[in-house]
């Protein structure tokens, strides 16, 4: 992937093309992230069900698709590669950030940090990246005919990113993520037992 | 009194009261006794069933208002019911080594998932072999470490795939010791063929059969024709639940709730079906007036009450199992419920008190052949919990004293203890730790907390 070469023309300030939108990606994940839980607590029935499900929903779907709408805002604000992919990663980051401090309570950090080659993480982390490969490929595909440029759409790394997310994902859902899970604590037993 | 009309009026005259009558006779006279002679009237049989993270209340028996367990419930009515059971360790490895040795965690060795089972640890299986059972384990091992090497057992059928959970189809199967395919695509068919073959195979010795289930554990995953048993009927769910409580907060399961409950209870329902099979292969035999059954699970499970799913937590919904012992001729009114709080480290000196063989020092349980017996017998008036980190599960490590009325909680770590009064609230939603009520009875239950730590009795 190189730098976006639609860019140049169109590129926004660094506040606009990378603070801002990470910014807003990770202000919506604590909201959703904090909606949901709060709304454990509304004794409201209705409302509470409406809270926990809606909200529930919309913050599963936000954690596993957000790149699909974070990385187009970057690319079409100009963003360079590196801060699209980073800019777009900081909501997994968010999350798995999350997941480690919530593990910290319990194990140390070496074994918290550990946590995060567990399938579900390592599912997630893969998803990223092919949507971000994904997006990558589209972006350029709809700046070409936008603009007219002459850009390759299609080239081996995003292919190959994509690839790794498809093939990832399925050994996981197909019932490889359950013997990863097994393979997992046996390195786990290795590594810290 | 009147011994005279007593035995006039309650003896028939047949030809065992003769002998019995003559013997008598002969035994004032200072002769030898012709009932000597006689064979002694055979051992009980023992066929413990062991079931997984199946919770106390998922039973039609005791009122679940969907679930139909009618070979359980039949347990039951043919014995007693003991609604006050627990697992001192609501996790399967150390429930189960717990339930084998007698033993709490903190002694058998396996705290949790990933500590290895001692080969030093003396079961019950092995005492009973000892003397002169024929004995058999069939399922479930699920501890970690090597494959145990198992001292006195004349059948053992488990399995090591998937982390020694095994696989609810097709599961491949060590047979003493051998490496052996699945006949049965059904896990829970395959075990209850074996459980069958093994008591025919038996059904002359004294035997004790320890039946270990896969079912009902996650993935929750029954077989094709109890699949939809359940379909459209509406689920109980607690207040607390909502659809995602099963994928968020470490909760990580590939589904919502209601629907992984839904297949919980089918699997429940399917293995009550294979339950009524050995039963019925008693009864073919004619043994069953001669055989104590005694049903369990290893612990309970979650379904979104405290925003929780999985087990491990000291609340009731994880640590309170069901345990169900029928015992012919020995419980005085079947169909009865016991209140007294029994233990999964009860069982293994209860079997050997059953069987007549002496309960060694080391069990840290008791036998409650006194309240199978009696129902006035008094239980115990508290006991201790005991969790163990578990990587990588987001529960602290805690220990726990349960009393009749009462259950306190001390964490390792950050976290602050908790109190409930389990009269007020059996949902344990009201933390009493540091209220006004709290702080009454506080330094009690601290005291039986310590008593308990350094082994005191239970």
């Known amino acids: 992937m190189k730098p976006n070469p639609a860019a140049d023309n169109s590129r926004r300030s660094l506040l606009l093309r990378y603070v801002i939108p990470s910014g807003m990606g990770v202000l919506a994940f604590f909201v959703l992230f904090e909606t949901y839980y709060l709304s454990w607590y509304v004794e409201n029935r209705i409302l509470h069900f409406i809270l926990t499900d809606v909200v529930g929903a919309i913050y599963g779907f936000y954690l596993l698709f957000h790149v699909l709408i974070l990385y187009p805002i970057f690319y079409f604000r100009g963003a360079a590669l590196h801060e699209r992919i980073l800019g777009t990663f900081v909501v997994t980051s968010c999350w798995l950030i999350k997941e480690v401090l919530r593990m910290t309570e319990f194990y140390s950090i070496a074994e918290s940090v550990f946590y995060l080659l567990m399938p579900v993480q390592i599912g997630i982390i893969l998803l990223a990246i092919g949507f971000m490969a994904a997006c990558e490929m589209i972006c350029r595909k709809i700046e070409k005919k936008k603009k007219a440029l002459d850009i390759r759409v299609v080239t081996p790394v995003p292919v190959a990113f994509v690839l790794l997310a498809i093939s990832g994902s399925a050994f996981i859902l197909r019932g490889g993520g359950l013997n990863y899970f097994f393979n997992f604590y046996d390195l786990y037993k290795i590594v810290f037992l | ?458």
């Not at chain 2, 069958?196 to 554990?217: G, V």
């Open chain 2, 1 to 458: 009194m009147n011994l005279k009309n007593d035995f006039f009026s309650n003896n028939r005259l047949t030809r065992r009261n003769v002998l019995k009558a003559g013997a008598a006779a002969l035994l004032a006279a200072g002769l030898p006794s012709p009932l000597s002679a006689m064979p002694e009237k055979k051992k009980p049989n023992i066929l413990f069933i062991l079931s997984d993270d199946h919770r106390w209340d998922a039973m039609s028996g005791v009122g679940h208002p969907v679930i139909k367990t009618p070979n359980m419930d039949r347990i039951a009515q043919e014995g007693v019911l003991f609604s006050n059971a627990f697992v001192t360790t609501s996790l399967c490895s150390p429930s189960r080594a717990s339930f084998l040795t007698g033993q709490y965690a903190h002694n058998h060795g396996v705290k949790n998932n990933l500590t290895p089972w001692d080969n030093t640890n003396v079961t019950f299986l092995e005492l009973m072999k000892k003397a002169g059972y024929s004995t058999g384990f069939i399922g479930k091992w699920h501890m970690p470490g090597k494959y145990p090497d198992l001292r006195g057992l004349d059948r053992f059928v488990s399995f090591t795939v998937d982390g020694g959970q095994g696989r609810y189809f097709n599961c491949p199967l060590i047979v003493d010791g051998k490496q052996t395919p699945s006949k049965k695509e059904y896990i829970t068919e395959e075990l209850t063929d074996y459980a069958n073959e093994f008591i025919t195979d038996h059904k002359d010795d004294p035997f004790c059969l320890y039946l270990s289930h896969k079912a009902a554990h996650a993935l929750f995953t029954p077989s094709e024709k109890f699949k939809h048993v359940y379909d459209g009927m509406d689920l109980p769910m607690p207040p607390e639940n909502d659809s995602w409580v099963g994928l968020t907060n470490g909760n990580l399961y590939p589904s919502t709730h209601k629907r992984l409950y839904r297949n919980y209870l089918a699997c429940l329902t399917e293995l009550d079906h294979h339950i009524g099979s050995v039963l019925n292969k008693l009864d073919e035999l004619g043994i069953a007036d001669n055989t104590i059954v005694i049903y369990a699970g290893d612990n309970g499970h979650f379904w979104g009450e405290h925003h929780l799913n999985d087990k491990r937590w000291y609340y009731e919904e994880s640590m309170r199992i069901p345990f169900i012992v029928r015992y012919p001729g020995m419980v005085p009114n079947p169909g009865r419920r016991a209140e007294q709080m029994v233990l999964n480290i009860d069982l293994a000196p209860t079997i050997l008190d059953m069987a007549g063989i002496a309960v060694p020092k080391n069990m840290d349980g008791k036998s409650i052949l006194p309240e199978i017996k009696n129902e006035n017998t008094r239980g115990r008036d508290a006991w201790l919990y005991e969790y163990f980190k578990d990587y990588s599960y987001n529960v602290p490590e805690h220990m726990a004293v349960r009393t009749n009325r009462h259950k306190y909680i001390e964490f390792v770590g950050r976290r602050k203890p908790e109190l409930y009064d389990l009269a007020d609230d059996p949902k344990e939603m009201k933390n009493l730790y540091g209220t006004p009520p709290g702080v009454e009875v506080l330094p009690a239950l601290k005291k039986r907390l310590e008593q308990l730590k350094q082994g005191g009795t239970i």
